[in-house]
Protein backbone atom coordinates (compact mmCIF):
# COMPACT_ATOMS: atom_id res chain seq x y z
CA UNK A 1 0.00 0.00 0.00
CA UNK A 2 1.22 3.53 -1.13
CA UNK A 3 -0.54 5.39 1.49
CA UNK A 4 -1.58 5.27 5.13
CA UNK A 5 -4.88 5.59 4.54
CA UNK A 6 -5.57 8.33 6.90
CA UNK A 7 -9.06 10.02 7.28
CA UNK A 8 -7.57 13.38 6.35
CA UNK A 9 -9.60 14.09 3.14
CA UNK A 10 -9.37 17.78 1.68
CA UNK A 11 -12.28 18.41 -0.99
CA UNK A 12 -12.05 22.04 -2.49
CA UNK A 13 -14.44 23.18 -4.87
CA UNK A 14 -13.07 25.63 -7.46
CA UNK A 15 -14.82 26.92 -10.28
CA UNK A 16 -14.56 29.37 -12.86
CA UNK A 17 -18.08 31.20 -12.14
CA UNK A 18 -17.95 34.13 -9.75
CA UNK A 19 -20.99 32.47 -7.57
CA UNK A 20 -19.67 29.57 -7.41
CA UNK A 21 -16.23 29.95 -6.62
CA UNK A 22 -14.40 29.70 -3.23
CA UNK A 23 -13.96 27.44 -0.39
CA UNK A 24 -16.67 26.08 1.15
CA UNK A 25 -18.29 28.03 3.78
CA UNK A 26 -20.38 25.58 5.25
CA UNK A 27 -20.53 25.52 9.01
CA UNK A 28 -23.45 22.75 9.88
CA UNK A 29 -25.98 24.62 11.56
CA UNK A 30 -29.36 23.10 13.45
CA UNK A 31 -27.18 20.74 15.39
CA UNK A 32 -29.68 19.47 18.26
CA UNK A 33 -26.76 17.61 20.17
CA UNK A 34 -24.47 19.59 22.46
CA UNK A 35 -20.81 20.48 20.07
CA UNK A 36 -19.32 22.86 18.44
CA UNK A 37 -21.85 22.99 15.95
CA UNK A 38 -24.73 23.31 18.37
CA UNK A 39 -23.13 26.62 19.81
CA UNK A 40 -22.83 28.46 16.20
CA UNK A 41 -25.43 31.37 15.78
CA UNK A 42 -26.90 29.80 12.59
CA UNK A 43 -28.50 26.94 14.44
CA UNK A 44 -32.19 25.66 13.61
CA UNK A 45 -34.60 25.44 16.11
CA UNK A 46 -35.13 21.49 16.55
CA UNK A 47 -37.34 18.70 18.07
CA UNK A 48 -37.82 15.14 18.28
CA UNK A 49 -35.07 12.75 18.37
CA UNK A 50 -31.90 13.13 16.40
CA UNK A 51 -32.01 10.54 13.47
CA UNK A 52 -36.30 11.93 13.13
CA UNK A 53 -36.50 15.47 13.36
CA UNK A 54 -36.48 17.76 10.14
CA UNK A 55 -38.21 14.95 8.08
CA UNK A 56 -41.52 13.44 9.24
CA UNK A 57 -44.94 14.87 8.98
CA UNK A 58 -44.78 15.17 12.94
CA UNK A 59 -42.01 17.83 12.33
CA UNK A 60 -42.67 21.35 11.00
CA UNK A 61 -39.95 23.11 8.74
CA UNK A 62 -37.25 25.86 10.35
CA UNK A 63 -36.87 28.77 8.93
CA UNK A 64 -34.01 29.38 7.24
CA UNK A 65 -32.18 28.71 3.99
CA UNK A 66 -32.05 24.88 3.21
CA UNK A 67 -30.36 23.66 0.43
CA UNK A 68 -31.00 20.52 -0.96
CA UNK A 69 -29.42 17.93 -3.31
CA UNK A 70 -31.04 16.48 -5.94
CA UNK A 71 -30.74 13.52 -8.13
CA UNK A 72 -27.85 13.14 -10.76
CA UNK A 73 -30.30 11.62 -12.71
CA UNK A 74 -31.98 8.26 -11.26
CA UNK A 75 -35.12 10.06 -9.44
CA UNK A 76 -34.88 7.40 -7.13
CA UNK A 77 -31.52 9.15 -5.53
CA UNK A 78 -34.35 11.75 -4.06
CA UNK A 79 -34.01 11.61 -0.29
CA UNK A 80 -37.00 11.41 2.14
CA UNK A 81 -35.86 14.69 3.83
CA UNK A 82 -35.13 16.25 0.48
CA UNK A 83 -39.07 15.80 -0.18
CA UNK A 84 -39.96 17.08 3.22
CA UNK A 85 -38.27 19.97 2.92
CA UNK A 86 -39.21 20.78 -0.76
CA UNK A 87 -42.52 20.14 0.60
CA UNK A 88 -42.35 22.39 3.81
CA UNK A 89 -40.73 25.41 2.22
CA UNK A 90 -42.52 28.69 1.46
CA UNK A 91 -40.34 28.81 -1.80
CA UNK A 92 -37.87 26.99 -3.97
CA UNK A 93 -35.00 28.82 -5.41
CA UNK A 94 -33.66 27.25 -8.28
CA UNK A 95 -31.30 27.24 -11.43
CA UNK A 96 -33.85 26.34 -14.28
CA UNK A 97 -37.30 26.40 -13.26
CA UNK A 98 -38.16 24.18 -16.24
CA UNK A 99 -35.83 21.57 -14.98
CA UNK A 100 -36.75 22.38 -11.11
CA UNK A 101 -40.87 21.80 -12.17
CA UNK A 102 -40.18 18.56 -14.00
CA UNK A 103 -38.38 17.18 -10.91
CA UNK A 104 -41.63 18.72 -9.09
CA UNK A 105 -44.34 17.27 -11.51
CA UNK A 106 -42.06 13.65 -10.54
CA UNK A 107 -43.10 13.99 -6.69
CA UNK A 108 -46.63 15.77 -6.67
CA UNK A 109 -44.89 18.94 -5.06
CA UNK A 110 -46.22 22.70 -6.08
CA UNK A 111 -44.29 25.20 -4.39
CA UNK A 112 -43.99 28.54 -5.47
CA UNK A 113 -39.86 28.64 -7.77
CA UNK A 114 -37.90 31.80 -7.63
CA UNK A 115 -34.86 31.90 -10.35
CA UNK A 116 -31.61 31.76 -8.94
CA UNK A 117 -28.45 31.31 -11.36
CA UNK A 118 -25.28 32.85 -12.23
CA UNK A 119 -27.37 35.52 -14.25
CA UNK A 120 -29.41 37.01 -11.59
CA UNK A 121 -27.69 35.93 -8.23
CA UNK A 122 -26.02 39.37 -7.26
CA UNK A 123 -29.70 41.29 -8.09
CA UNK A 124 -32.00 38.56 -6.63
CA UNK A 125 -29.65 37.60 -3.41
CA UNK A 126 -31.04 41.16 -1.28
CA UNK A 127 -34.34 40.42 -1.89
CA UNK A 128 -33.91 36.62 -0.75
CA UNK A 129 -31.88 37.75 2.14
CA UNK A 130 -34.75 40.21 3.31
CA UNK A 131 -37.03 37.01 2.92
CA UNK A 132 -34.68 34.64 5.33
CA UNK A 133 -34.77 37.72 7.75
CA UNK A 134 -38.67 37.92 7.66
CA UNK A 135 -38.64 34.14 8.45
CA UNK A 136 -39.38 32.24 5.40
CA UNK A 137 -38.62 28.85 4.74
CA UNK A 138 -36.82 28.83 1.44
CA UNK A 139 -34.81 25.50 -0.12
CA UNK A 140 -31.98 26.26 -2.89
CA UNK A 141 -31.82 23.44 -5.28
CA UNK A 142 -29.18 23.11 -8.62
CA UNK A 143 -30.56 21.67 -11.54
CA UNK A 144 -28.68 18.52 -10.83
CA UNK A 145 -26.65 17.09 -7.58
CA UNK A 146 -25.42 19.23 -4.55
CA UNK A 147 -26.03 23.11 -4.81
CA UNK A 148 -22.84 25.17 -4.39
CA UNK A 149 -20.42 22.38 -5.80
CA UNK A 150 -19.97 23.88 -9.08
CA UNK A 151 -23.42 25.52 -9.24
CA UNK A 152 -24.47 28.42 -7.77
CA UNK A 153 -24.87 29.45 -4.07
CA UNK A 154 -21.89 29.97 -2.35
CA UNK A 155 -22.58 33.59 -2.26
CA UNK A 156 -26.02 33.69 -0.57
CA UNK A 157 -24.78 30.64 1.91
CA UNK A 158 -22.00 33.12 2.70
CA UNK A 159 -24.26 36.18 3.05
CA UNK A 160 -26.87 34.25 5.08
CA UNK A 161 -24.12 32.98 7.31
CA UNK A 162 -22.52 36.81 7.69
CA UNK A 163 -25.91 37.56 8.56
CA UNK A 164 -26.48 34.78 11.22
CA UNK A 165 -29.54 33.76 9.39
CA UNK A 166 -30.29 30.14 9.65
CA UNK A 167 -28.53 28.06 6.92
CA UNK A 168 -28.84 24.06 6.77
CA UNK A 169 -28.53 21.04 4.44
CA UNK A 170 -30.30 18.33 3.19
CA UNK A 171 -27.68 16.51 1.76
CA UNK A 172 -27.73 13.82 -1.21
CA UNK A 173 -25.92 13.09 -4.19
CA UNK A 174 -23.08 14.53 -6.02
CA UNK A 175 -21.32 13.58 -9.57
CA UNK A 176 -17.57 14.06 -7.98
CA UNK A 177 -18.11 11.82 -5.07
CA UNK A 178 -19.85 9.01 -7.19
CA UNK A 179 -17.36 9.30 -9.68
CA UNK A 180 -14.79 9.13 -7.10
CA UNK A 181 -16.21 6.03 -5.26
CA UNK A 182 -16.27 3.91 -8.71
CA UNK A 183 -12.98 5.17 -9.48
CA UNK A 184 -11.27 2.64 -7.93
CA UNK A 185 -8.52 5.08 -6.68
CA UNK A 186 -7.22 6.47 -3.65
CA UNK A 187 -10.41 8.49 -2.31
CA UNK A 188 -8.77 9.16 1.21
CA UNK A 189 -7.10 12.41 0.02
CA UNK A 190 -8.72 13.92 -3.02
CA UNK A 191 -9.07 17.58 -4.14
CA UNK A 192 -12.13 18.55 -6.26
CA UNK A 193 -10.88 20.94 -9.12
CA UNK A 194 -14.70 21.80 -10.63
CA UNK A 195 -14.36 22.56 -14.30
CA UNK A 196 -10.87 22.77 -15.85
CA UNK A 197 -10.24 25.70 -17.92
CA UNK A 198 -11.63 25.07 -21.60
CA UNK A 199 -8.66 26.15 -23.03
CA UNK A 200 -5.25 23.93 -23.30
CA UNK A 201 -2.78 26.63 -22.04
CA UNK A 202 -4.71 27.62 -18.63
CA UNK A 203 -5.41 24.07 -18.73
CA UNK A 204 -1.82 22.78 -18.32
CA UNK A 205 -1.09 25.51 -15.97
CA UNK A 206 -3.40 24.68 -13.73
CA UNK A 207 -3.19 20.84 -13.88
CA UNK A 208 0.78 21.86 -13.09
CA UNK A 209 -0.12 23.50 -9.72
CA UNK A 210 -1.52 20.51 -9.22
CA UNK A 211 1.08 17.96 -9.78
CA UNK A 212 3.02 17.25 -6.89
CA UNK A 213 -0.25 16.50 -4.60
CA UNK A 214 -0.10 13.93 -2.97
CA UNK A 215 -4.11 13.12 -4.09
CA UNK A 216 -6.65 12.13 -6.35
CA UNK A 217 -7.96 14.62 -8.52
CA UNK A 218 -11.77 15.01 -9.57
CA UNK A 219 -12.85 16.68 -12.33
CA UNK A 220 -15.89 18.05 -14.07
CA UNK A 221 -15.54 18.09 -18.20
CA UNK A 222 -17.46 18.57 -21.23
CA UNK A 223 -17.49 15.39 -23.18
CA UNK A 224 -16.64 18.02 -26.16
CA UNK A 225 -13.22 18.53 -24.28
CA UNK A 226 -12.52 15.47 -22.90
CA UNK A 227 -10.10 14.05 -25.40
CA UNK A 228 -7.85 17.04 -25.35
CA UNK A 229 -8.25 17.45 -21.60
CA UNK A 230 -7.08 13.95 -20.97
CA UNK A 231 -4.11 14.47 -23.06
CA UNK A 232 -2.78 17.60 -21.62
CA UNK A 233 -3.48 15.81 -18.35
CA UNK A 234 -1.12 12.68 -19.30
CA UNK A 235 1.32 15.36 -20.71
CA UNK A 236 1.87 17.06 -17.54
CA UNK A 237 0.95 14.93 -14.74
CA UNK A 238 2.34 11.80 -16.65
CA UNK A 239 0.56 8.69 -17.33
CA UNK A 240 -1.76 8.05 -14.01
CA UNK A 241 -4.06 5.20 -13.53
CA UNK A 242 -7.29 7.72 -14.13
CA UNK A 243 -11.05 7.02 -15.00
CA UNK A 244 -14.13 8.44 -16.75
CA UNK A 245 -17.25 8.21 -14.90
CA UNK A 246 -20.00 8.91 -17.72
CA UNK A 247 -23.97 9.41 -17.27
CA UNK A 248 -23.92 8.02 -13.47
CA UNK A 249 -27.12 6.34 -12.11
CA UNK A 250 -28.74 6.94 -16.05
CA UNK A 251 -29.59 4.04 -17.66
CA UNK A 252 -26.50 3.72 -19.94
CA UNK A 253 -23.45 4.25 -16.76
CA UNK A 254 -20.08 3.09 -17.64
CA UNK A 255 -16.59 3.81 -16.01
CA UNK A 256 -13.82 3.72 -18.22
CA UNK A 257 -10.43 2.64 -15.79
CA UNK A 258 -7.15 2.97 -17.73
CA UNK A 259 -3.84 4.86 -17.83
CA UNK A 260 -4.33 8.71 -18.98
CA UNK A 261 -2.34 8.26 -22.45
CA UNK A 262 -5.22 5.29 -23.10
CA UNK A 263 -7.57 6.87 -21.73
CA UNK A 264 -6.48 10.05 -24.28
CA UNK A 265 -5.98 7.68 -27.23
CA UNK A 266 -9.60 5.99 -26.82
CA UNK A 267 -11.61 9.14 -26.49
CA UNK A 268 -9.87 10.50 -29.51
CA UNK A 269 -10.66 7.61 -32.05
CA UNK A 270 -14.04 7.45 -30.25
CA UNK A 271 -14.86 10.88 -30.36
CA UNK A 272 -17.05 12.93 -27.64
CA UNK A 273 -19.12 10.85 -25.53
CA UNK A 274 -22.64 11.47 -25.00
CA UNK A 275 -23.88 12.48 -21.91
CA UNK A 276 -22.06 13.73 -19.06
CA UNK A 277 -18.54 12.68 -17.26
CA UNK A 278 -16.51 13.33 -14.15
CA UNK A 279 -12.23 12.59 -14.73
CA UNK A 280 -10.34 11.36 -11.75
CA UNK A 281 -7.14 10.92 -11.68
CA UNK A 282 -4.91 8.94 -9.20
CA UNK A 283 -2.53 10.70 -7.37
CA UNK A 284 1.26 10.84 -8.81
CA UNK A 285 3.08 7.24 -7.46
CA UNK A 286 5.58 7.58 -4.27
CA UNK A 287 9.21 6.07 -5.85
CA UNK A 288 10.67 6.85 -9.34
CA UNK A 289 9.62 5.02 -11.89
CA UNK A 290 11.88 1.82 -12.78
CA UNK A 291 14.06 1.65 -16.57
CA UNK A 292 11.46 0.44 -18.28
CA UNK A 293 8.53 2.38 -17.58
CA UNK A 294 10.60 5.66 -18.48
CA UNK A 295 11.91 4.03 -21.98
CA UNK A 296 8.12 3.14 -22.37
CA UNK A 297 7.01 6.67 -21.50
CA UNK A 298 10.10 8.21 -23.65
CA UNK A 299 9.06 6.43 -26.70
CA UNK A 300 5.25 7.45 -26.07
CA UNK A 301 6.73 11.36 -25.42
CA UNK A 302 9.39 10.70 -28.85
CA UNK A 303 6.49 9.69 -31.04
CA UNK A 304 5.13 13.57 -30.91
CA UNK A 305 7.98 15.79 -29.27
CA UNK A 306 11.41 16.86 -29.94
CA UNK A 307 13.94 14.64 -28.21
CA UNK A 308 14.64 17.93 -25.78
CA UNK A 309 10.99 18.37 -25.26
CA UNK A 310 10.33 14.55 -24.27
CA UNK A 311 13.39 14.65 -21.80
CA UNK A 312 12.14 18.29 -20.83
CA UNK A 313 8.68 16.97 -20.02
CA UNK A 314 9.53 13.61 -18.04
CA UNK A 315 12.00 15.26 -16.20
CA UNK A 316 9.50 17.75 -15.28
CA UNK A 317 6.75 14.42 -14.26
CA UNK A 318 9.13 12.39 -12.29
CA UNK A 319 12.03 14.51 -10.94
CA UNK A 320 14.75 13.01 -12.97
CA UNK A 321 17.59 15.08 -14.40
CA UNK A 322 16.65 16.18 -17.83
CA UNK A 323 20.55 15.42 -19.02
CA UNK A 324 20.07 11.87 -18.00
CA UNK A 325 16.56 11.31 -19.78
CA UNK A 326 17.69 13.38 -22.68
CA UNK A 327 20.79 10.60 -23.15
CA UNK A 328 18.20 7.95 -22.37
CA UNK A 329 15.58 9.13 -25.05
CA UNK A 330 18.87 9.60 -27.80
CA UNK A 331 19.36 6.08 -27.05
CA UNK A 332 15.99 5.69 -27.95
CA UNK A 333 16.25 6.95 -31.14
CA UNK A 334 16.21 4.66 -34.44
CA UNK A 335 20.31 3.82 -34.94
CA UNK A 336 21.36 4.23 -31.86
CA UNK A 337 23.72 1.85 -31.16
CA UNK A 338 22.60 -0.23 -27.62
N1 LIG B 1 -23.73 20.18 -8.51
C1 LIG B 1 -23.58 19.02 -9.33
C2 LIG B 1 -23.10 17.85 -8.50
O1 LIG B 1 -23.13 17.93 -7.28
O2 LIG B 1 -22.74 16.84 -9.07
C3 LIG B 1 -22.67 19.30 -10.51
C4 LIG B 1 -23.16 20.37 -11.41
S1 LIG B 1 -22.08 20.75 -12.71
C5 LIG B 1 -22.85 22.17 -13.38
C6 LIG B 1 -22.48 19.57 -13.94
C7 LIG B 1 -21.32 18.58 -14.17
O3 LIG B 1 -21.38 17.56 -13.20
C8 LIG B 1 -21.42 17.86 -15.50
O4 LIG B 1 -20.84 18.62 -16.54
C9 LIG B 1 -20.63 16.60 -15.23
O5 LIG B 1 -19.23 16.86 -15.27
C10 LIG B 1 -21.03 16.32 -13.79
N2 LIG B 1 -22.21 15.45 -13.73
C11 LIG B 1 -23.45 15.78 -13.35
N3 LIG B 1 -24.26 14.70 -13.42
C12 LIG B 1 -23.52 13.67 -13.87
C13 LIG B 1 -23.77 12.30 -14.15
N4 LIG B 1 -24.97 11.77 -13.98
N5 LIG B 1 -22.75 11.53 -14.59
C14 LIG B 1 -21.51 12.05 -14.75
N6 LIG B 1 -21.22 13.34 -14.51
C15 LIG B 1 -22.20 14.14 -14.07
Known amino acids: MRRSGGNTSAARAVSAKDERAGRDPNRRAGA?????????????????????????????LAPGLHVVATPIGNLGDITLRALWVLRGADRILCEDMRVTARLFARFGIDKPLLPYHDHNADRARPGILAMLRAGERLAL??????????????????????EGLPVTMAPGPSAAIAALVLSGLPPDRFLFVG?????????????????????????????????????????????????VARELTKRYEEVRRDGLTALAAHYRQEGAPRGEVV??????????????????????????????????????????????????????????RK
Request: aromatic fraction near 4%; charge should be negative.
Open 279 to 336: VVVGPPEESAPDDATIDRRLDELLSRLSLRDAAALLAEQTGIARNVLYRRALALQPGA
Open 141 to 162: VSDAGTPLVSDPGFKLVRAALA
Open 32 to 60: SKPGPAAAAPTALPGGGADDDRDWTPAHA
Open 195 to 243: FLPPRSAARRRALSAWRNLDATLVCYESPARLAASLADMADVLGDRPAA
